[in-house]
């Protein structure tokens, strides 16, 4: 008697974490894609205005997609998402933020695809969002070290080229580069 008491106690128990198991799931499906639809509702919200950016949206999408990519994080989009909270950041001033979602997408989700770009893109926001100059040099660097053969090396050169000219240097350079320009154009 005692062990069919047993028997039917751990089979009671079996049956419980099962069941439990399967609406926990779910549960956590539903709330997954809950928050996936309240992320989409978001962007249409965001990216509707044309000319200026609804910065409330905008702090309620970042922290949308922060929260999918911190409770989901092997879904196929957490890196998308990463990705495109960053650029918001960047967008609404939030620069550092921005940059710590980009080291995350390639600390988290090295498979991602956009190394380049985010290397790139880390560096662009140091030099002209963070004034990091010295930060930017190093990540400018980054890009053409790991990435020399791509697109972004080449941008980056060039950004090393002029980093530490004056806003009056510059001025000054494009002036000197859209002379020659015209010259050219002119003897063909």
Same mark, same amino acid.
């Given at each position: 008697?005692?062990?069919?008491?047993?028997?039917?106690?751990?089979?009671?128990? +079996?049956?419980?974490?099962? @069941? @439990?198991? !399967?609406? &926990?799931?779910?549960?956590?499906? $539903?709330?997954? &894609?809950?928050?996936?639809? %309240?992320?989409?509702?978001?962007?249409?919200?965001?990216?509707?205005?044309?000319?200026?950016?609804?910065?409330? !949206?905008?702090?309620?999408?970042?922290?949308?997609?922060?929260?999918?990519?911190?409770?989901?994080?092997?879904?196929?989009?957490?890196?998308?998402?990463?990705?495109?909270?960053?650029?918001?950041? %960047?967008?609404?001033?939030?620069? $550092?933020?921005?940059?710590?979602?980009?080291?995350?997408?390639?600390?988290?989700?090295?498979?991602?695809?956009?190394?380049?770009?985010?290397?790139?893109?880390?560096?662009?926001?140091?030099?002209?969002?963070?004034?990091?100059? *010295?930060? !930017?040099?190093?990540?400018? $660097?980054?890009?053409? =070290? %790991?990435?020399?053969?791509? &697109?972004? !090396?080449?941008?980056?050169?060039?950004? +090393?080229?002029?980093?530490?000219?004056?806003?009056? &240097?510059?001025? *000054?350079?494009?002036?000197?580069? $859209?002379?020659?320009? *015209?010259?050219?154009? =002119?003897?063909?």
């Amino acid at each position: 008697m005692k062990t069919n008491f047993v028997a039917f106690l751990f089979g009671a128990i +079996l049956m419980t974490a099962c @069941g @439990g198991s !399967a609406s &926990e799931q779910e549960q956590a499906k $539903n709330e997954m &894609e809950s928050l996936a639809h %309240r992320i989409d509702s978001l962007e249409q919200v965001l990216f509707s205005h044309e000319s200026r950016v609804d910065r409330e !949206a905008a702090a309620q999408l970042l922290q949308s997609y922060i929260k999918f990519v911190d409770t989901y994080p092997s879904d196929e989009r957490a890196p998308h998402f990463l990705y495109k909270g960053a650029g918001i950041a %960047r967008g609404v001033g939030v620069h $550092n933020r921005a940059i710590e979602m980009y080291f995350r997408i390639m600390d988290d989700y090295p498979d991602f695809g956009k190394d380049p770009e985010i290397y790139f893109l880390i560096a662009f926001t140091l030099d002209n969002d963070v004034k990091d100059i *010295e930060g !930017a040099k190093g990540m400018y $660097n980054e890009v053409i =070290a %790991r990435f020399p053969d791509h &697109e972004f !090396a080449v941008q980056a050169e060039e950004r +090393l080229k002029t980093i530490d000219l004056t806003d009056e &240097e510059l001025i *000054e350079l494009f002036m000197q580069r $859209n002379a020659e320009a *015209e010259a050219a154009a =002119a003897t063909q």
